[in-house]
């Protein structure tokens, strides 16, 4: 079964750049989404179809998807952005897939 | 304003039975394919199931479903009232969780733009 791979935790300082990578089998061919995930909150939806952002997501947030890895990127990192971080994406076998999150700490 | 409202949790015996429903507005519910997705304690978001919309056919409400809970849980959802359910039975220890109720982006997308704030289901004798 499709699987996606995150790395468990990332620690970065205010103000860094922070990359989260997501992996799986030829990923690049899909379509990968990135939720925000903060305790006691829902999640939220950072990134979609690979690297667009909805509205009132700031522009720190970007993302790309090729070849396996798909990777979220928090530019000038605050400490608000602190949070779980988990990608996405659906296989062909009609199922969605959640990466097993990254615990971002800033 | 797009909201989705989850409500139904609570302690369940294993082996019960609850269902779960998510009251939604806010956009054209018989549209939209709906989910549900839940988290475990000191665990990540796991799929559970899918729902899809309406079709321009008229067709719609096909099923999707995790492994992990398949031939447990029954998904469904009421266009007339723009409500989504899950019916699960058999609980176990492993389905407590956190289960949100998710909106589809639409056909065709397979991501979720909108959240609830999620039910708690605690299953323990």
């Known amino acids: 079964s499709f699987k996606l791979t995150q790395p468990p935790s990332l620690s970065v300082s205010p103000g860094q750049t922070a990359s989260i990578t997501c992996s799986g089998d030829r990923l690049g061919d899909k379509y990968s989404s990135w939720y925000q995930l903060k305790p006691g909150q829902s999640p939220v939806l950072v990134i979609y179809e690979d690297y667009k952002r909805p509205s009132g997501i700031p522009e720190r947030f970007s993302a790309s998807n090729s070849g396996n890895t798909a990777t979220l990127t928090i530019s000038g990192t605050q400490t608000l952005d602190e949070a779980d971080y988990y990608c996405q994406s659906w296989d062909s076998s009609a199922t969605w897939v959640f990466g097993g999150g990254t615990r971002l700490t800033v | 304003e797009v909201q989705l409202l989850e409500s139904g949790g609570g302690l369940v015996q294993p082996g019960g039975s609850l269902r779960l429903s998510c009251a939604a507005s806010?956009?054209?519910?018989?549209?939209?394919?709906m989910a549900w997705v839940r988290q475990a304690p000191g665990k990540g978001l796991e799929w559970v199931s899918t729902?899809?919309?309406?079709?321009?056919?008229?067709?719609?409400?096909?099923?999707y479903y995790a492994d992990s809970v398949k031939g447990r849980f029954t998904i469904s959802r009421d266009n007339s009232k723009s409500t989504l359910y899950l019916q699960i039975n058999s609980l176990r220890a492993d389905d407590t969780a956190v289960y949100f109720c998710?909106?589809?982006?639409?056909?065709?997308?397979?991501?979720?733009?909108?959240w609830g704030r999620g039910t708690l289901v605690t299953v323990s004798s």
């Open positions: 998710a909106k589809d982006a639409g056909a065709g997308y397979y991501y979720f733009n909108y």
């Open positions: 729902i899809s919309g309406r079709t321009l056919s008229g067709g719609g409400g096909t099923t």
């Open positions: 806010g956009f054209p519910f018989s549209n939209f394919a």
